[in-house]
């Protein structure tokens, strides 16, 4: 019996055990004991679920989520294996599968099982990679991939060097941050520095954001034609800017895939005096292929190049790289701080890595990234590219053979557009039409499509995209894919035909 005012605590559970820390002899046993649970309940979570995605929508899988993890600060713990074990299943059940062939919105790749298996080992060491003393073996490890990847990308330069980044927005920015050093270092290293980055309106949204997150005057977006950036219009562009310019050319676009003229643009920078740098995130995996790697000529005339492991390389998020013609580039990352590379320190031999990265705290990213390139070689890796690049061109096929639907291009790498076809010669597509399919096959939990606005001879345009990053996925399973999404932009035309009839 309670006294008005007060309440009874609920009885705690049973004692539970005190909780591990991975590193220890019982914490290692323990970590081991609890993956394999999580494992298996994600497994449990992946089937529940059944498709590539949850169905339902947003309103149904934030219900979802919130009864698997109400309370989430509870006064009494409920234990390590309810929680994991609730939770995992819960996660899972209301995750998309980037594994599963219809999985393909976007440049969401399935990670790689030795990668996966490779990044928990990061998480279990819990390097941090802002001080040697934090991470001995890691960040000679660093050291080690960032060179053999710099070769990879400048094979003739004599002093690449490379930086692990959080992927191509961290890569773009820290590439304008360079660029805006040098102009100032050039000039007075007291006075501000004016520096205008010059890109296509393909380039990634990071690139013009850099610029707005530096203080730099805003970007000069060049109009592309055809998906790319043309030299001439690029050059037009370059003559009303009278400051140091950064032109940013884009290797991989997001919308379509496709590659702005390297060599041409290089040539541009150079007589321009400008500086050059080549978001290839999505393309710069062609350089592990030996059928494809010359698509990517000129990459190498670039004074700085973003480059992404977790597109097409398969890595879990995140694995990034900026890769710097001249490691003298990087010089201006160069911090101290007594508490992480006191001058004594390393004059004594400590490596400084503040210098790495414009981050302080770092996981060790690299871990998965050796692992794999260790395991697969570059054989491997470029196997799976041109798996996915050759699917893309069979997929592009089977569309192109059927009447009832369009194909905007042959792809470049692994994406590929297309739509519903006109009816009747002469006639429209409903584009509102064309995002709703995507948007009624998302919410069944059926199909993760992309989508793109690209222009066309009557305006923009609704286009569905399929980004192709799963090397194991079949031409059958993209052919019963077409055969989905033609089946649900006939129901939903229907449904239209009928809604107007009626009124």
Not at 158 to 187: F, I, K, Q
Request: with cysteine; proline share 8%; charged share 20%.
């Amino acid at each position: 019996m309670t006294r008005p005012g007060t309440y009874e605590r609920p009885a705690p559970p049973a004692a539970q055990p005190a909780p591990a820390l991975a590193g220890t002899p019982d914490g290692m046993a323990e970590v081991l004991r609890l993956v394999t649970a999580a494992l298996t309940e994600t497994a449990a979570g992946d089937t529940s679920r059944g498709g590539p995605a949850p169905a339902g929508g947003p309103d149904t899988v934030t219900a979802d989520t919130a009864s698997a993890a109400t309370p989430v600060l509870p006064d009494v713990g409920v234990g390590a294996d309810q929680a994991l074990r609730t939770l995992t299943r819960s996660v899972a059940a209301g995750s998309v599968n980037p594994a599963h062939p219809y999985c393909a919105a976007h440049l969401h790749a399935p990670p790689l099982a030795v990668a996966v298996a490779a990044d928990l080992v990061a998480s279990v060491l819990n390097a941090s990679l802002d001080s040697w003393d934090q991470a001995p073996s890691t960040s000679a490890l660093e050291r080690t991939v960032t060179g053999e990847l710099a070769r990879l990308t400048y094979p003739v330069a004599p002093a690449p060097d490379a930086l692990v980044t959080t992927g191509g927005t961290e890569s773009n920015l820290v590439a304008t941050l360079l660029a805006r050093e040098r102009v100032r270092l050039a000039g007075r290293p007291d006075a501000p520095a004016v520096l205008r980055v010059v890109c296509g309106d393909n380039a990634h949204h990071s690139v013009p954001r850099a610029a707005w997150q530096l203080g730099l005057p805003p970007a000069v977006v060049v109009p592309s034609r055809d998906g790319v950036l043309h030299p001439a219009d690029v050059a037009a562009a370059l003559a009303g800017v009278d400051t140091p310019v950064l032109l940013v050319a884009t290797a991989g676009t997001t919308d379509r895939g496709a590659l702005d003229p390297l060599p041409a643009l290089a040539g541009l920078a150079r007589s321009r005096g400008a500086m050059f740098h080549v978001d290839a995130a999505y393309g710069g995996a062609l350089l592990l292929s030996e059928r494809r790697r010359a698509l990517l000529t000129g990459l190498d005339r670039a004074d700085t190049v973003g480059l992404d492991l977790h597109k097409l390389g398969w890595q879990p998020l995140a694995a990034g790289l900026l890769a710097v013609r001249d490691a003298g580039w990087l010089a201006p990352l160069d911090l101290t701080a007594d508490y992480l590379n006191a001058d004594d320190d390393v004059a004594a031999g400590l490596p400084s890595l503040l210098g790495r990265s414009i981050r302080t705290s770092r996981r060790a990213d690299v871990v998965k990234i050796a692992v794999t390139l260790r395991a697969l070689g570059r054989s491997g890796l470029g196997d799976l590219v041109d798996r996915c690049c050759d699917l893309a061109r069979a997929f592009a096929a089977e569309v192109r053979a059927r009447p009832t639907v369009q194909l905007r291009e042959a792809p470049t790498l692994s994406t590929v557009l297309f739509r519903p076809a006109p009816a009747r010669p002469g006639g429209r597509v409903a584009d509102d039409l064309i995002t709703e399919v995507r948007r009624r096959l998302l919410h069944r939990g059926v199909a993760v499509l992309g989508r793109a606005t690209l222009p066309g001879p009557h305006g923009d345009e609704s286009w569905l995209k399929v980004t192709l990053l799963n090397p194991y996925t079949t031409i059958a399973e993209l052919t019963a894919l077409l055969d989905l999404v033609e089946a649900t932009y006939a129901d939903l035309r229907d449904d239209r035909t009928d809604q107007e009839e009626t009124t």
